[in-house]
């Protein structure tokens, strides 16, 4: 386990903040994924890079070791950080050549795996990342239907088609802030995409059913995370299934972020529910660039009346670390030690909130742990929270997204060092001095243009 971090994260001499820095001059927003910004978690504390990283512990540029128990790579490391097996396979396919003129053979042997866990499906596409794989996954939607609109629930990236929600004649419309991001601005989207995604709730049939009566005819496909906070309700992807073929539209499930958590082939299939498309991912790859789009055979064959083609969506680090992934997880119950760890640090978390009359706030599944406060400094206590860990050597945020790495060891360190910080925060709201106990600014909340 790490020791305690005895440089402050946020000395002028951190070469992390000075790099940072330093990338905001040059890179527009400073990185390359909102959620990856350092103003997500604690600005000018929180450190931006990293050296190495080894199932759930990261050493930063200055040397700082820290274990993992906030956001794993944003969910790509399902298996821990650098997976021996997975590496092994990728050094394996970079020493063979991982790029040719000619296809690699993993591609066909990683399609007849997913569709024999997925029996309802009969063809695969490939992308290397999410966004990507869903716009090919409304590309190939709205070309088997020959319709445009699109009713979506959930979050499902930064294209167009997604962003054209904001995209409305309304001031101040954001359409898609209930979705996960708030404040996402549609500039750049053009604004004839106006009214092609339309908004519904989950668990909410009613908000699904009037965009159905009032578009059905164009409607191309309903585009939806099959779950993410919570179950749905009895009925409601079943009710989801019937307006779509009512309507002869696309039931497309991202499962991008939450679907091999919680059983191995995707939330679909724990749920009994079959789309005519499934996305996946961050949970196939473990950290290596990869997305498989599998479907119904006379949907997937759409893409062939449309041009869907890419270079790197060929190379072959990709399939070769999905095939490992997908492999290790039949061999082990990665969603059951993942439930276990994410109950485990919960209950404690509630036990020590409680003790300290700290207004914590849970939400999703074990695995895919969200924190919040019911407080109206929320933000400075997740700050606060984060700058404290940080000195005893974690990494803490909004969040926590367990690994097959993580152990109850993990936890229960986590939990010890809980007792102090928590002590802090409840002295903090009873005091009102939360802001002027963090040392920097305030971490932001959604989309936010750094200065």
């Known amino acids: 386990?790490?020791?305690?971090?005895?440089?402050?994260?946020?000395?002028?001499?951190?070469?992390?903040?000075?790099?940072?820095?330093?990338?905001?001059?040059?890179?527009?927003?400073?990185?390359?994924?909102?959620?990856?910004?350092?103003?997500?978690?604690?600005?000018?504390?929180?450190?931006?890079?990293?050296?190495?990283?080894?199932?759930?512990?990261?050493?930063?540029?200055?040397?700082r070791r820290y274990v993992d128990m906030s956001f794993m790579g944003i969910g790509a490391c399902?298996?821990?950080?650098?997976?021996?097996d997975v590496t092994q396979a990728v050094v394996d396919r970079v020493k063979a050549g991982s790029m040719c003129t000619l296809n690699n053979p993993e591609e066909v042997e990683l399609a007849q795996l997913l569709l024999a866990i997925h029996p309802w499906a009969k063809k695969v596409r490939y992308a290397r990342t999410g966004g990507e794989a869903m716009a090919m996954a409304v590309r190939i939607a709205r070309a088997y239907t020959g319709r445009d609109i699109i009713a979506f629930c959930g979050?499902?990236?930064?294209?167009?088609?997604?962003?054209?929600?904001?995209?409305?004649?309304?001031?101040?419309?954001?359409?898609?802030?209930?979705h996960l991001l708030p404040g996402l601005s549609p500039n750049g989207v053009p604004r004839q995409l106006a009214g092609t995604a339309l908004p519904f709730n989950y668990n909410n049939l009613d908000s699904l059913a009037r965009i159905v009566e009032q578009e059905g005819s164009r409607l191309a496909a309903v585009v939806m995370e099959t779950t993410r906070h919570s179950d749905p309700t009895p009925g409601f992807l079943e009710g989801v299934r019937e307006l779509c073929d009512g309507a002869?539209?696309?039931?497309v499930f991202d499962e991008i972020t939450v679907g091999w958590r919680l059983?191995?082939?995707?939330?679909?299939?724990?749920?009994?529910?079959?789309?005519?498309?499934?996305?996946?991912?961050k949970t196939i790859g473990n950290g290596h660039?990869?997305?498989?789009?599998?479907?119904?055979?006379?949907?997937?064959?759409?893409?062939?009346?449309s041009f869907i083609s890419s270079t790197y969506w060929t190379e072959g680090i990709g399939p070769a670390a999905a095939l490992t992934v997908v492999h290790k997880m039949q061999r082990i119950?990665?969603?059951?030690?993942?439930?276990?760890?994410?109950?485990?640090?919960?209950?404690?978390?509630?036990?020590?909130?409680?003790?300290?009359?700290?207004p914590l706030k849970l939400s999703g599944y074990p695995a895919l742990t969200y924190f919040g406060f019911d407080h109206p400094e929320a933000l400075a206590l997740q700050t606060l929270l984060t700058v404290r860990m940080l000195g005893h050597g974690?990494?803490?945020?909004?969040?926590?997204?367990?690994?097959?790495?993580?152990?109850?060891?993990?936890?229960?360190?986590?939990?010890?060092?809980?007792?102090?910080?928590?002590?802090?925060?409840?002295?903090?709201?009873?005091?009102?001095?939360?802001?002027?106990?963090?040392g920097g600014p305030i971490r932001h909340s959604g989309f936010a243009r750094l200065t």
């Not at 979050?155 to 209930?178: F, I, P, S, V």
């Not at 367990?402 to 002295?427: C, I, K, M, N, W």
């Open 155 to 178: 979050y499902h990236g930064w294209h167009d088609w997604y962003l054209a929600a904001n995209r409305t004649t309304q001031a101040g419309d954001d359409a898609l802030g209930k």
């Open 248 to 251: 002869g539209a696309a039931l």
């Open 289 to 305: 660039p990869m997305a498989a789009i599998i479907g119904r055979s006379d949907v997937m064959d759409a893409a062939q009346g």
């Open 263 to 281: 059983t191995l082939g995707g939330a679909h299939l724990r749920f009994g529910v079959q789309p005519d498309i499934a996305v996946f991912a």
């Open 78 to 84: 399902l298996l821990g950080y650098n997976d021996s």
């Open 333 to 358: 119950d990665v969603p059951g030690h993942i439930a276990m760890i994410g109950t485990r640090l919960r209950e404690g978390l509630q036990r020590i909130a409680a003790r300290e009359s700290v």
């Open 1 to 63: 386990m790490p020791k305690e971090n005895t440089t402050p994260a946020g000395a002028d001499e951190s070469k992390c903040q000075r790099l940072y820095r330093q990338a905001k001059s040059l890179i527009p927003g400073g990185t390359q994924l909102l959620s990856k910004r350092p103003e997500m978690f604690a600005p000018d504390q929180w450190p931006a890079y990293y050296r190495e990283a080894h199932g759930c512990e990261v050493v930063d540029l200055d040397g």
């Open 394 to 438: 974690f990494l803490a945020g909004a969040g926590f997204y367990p690994s097959l790495a993580h152990t109850p060891r993990h936890v229960d360190r986590y939990l010890a060092v809980a007792e102090e910080v928590f002590r802090e925060l409840g002295q903090a709201v009873r005091q009102g001095d939360v802001v002027g106990r963090i």
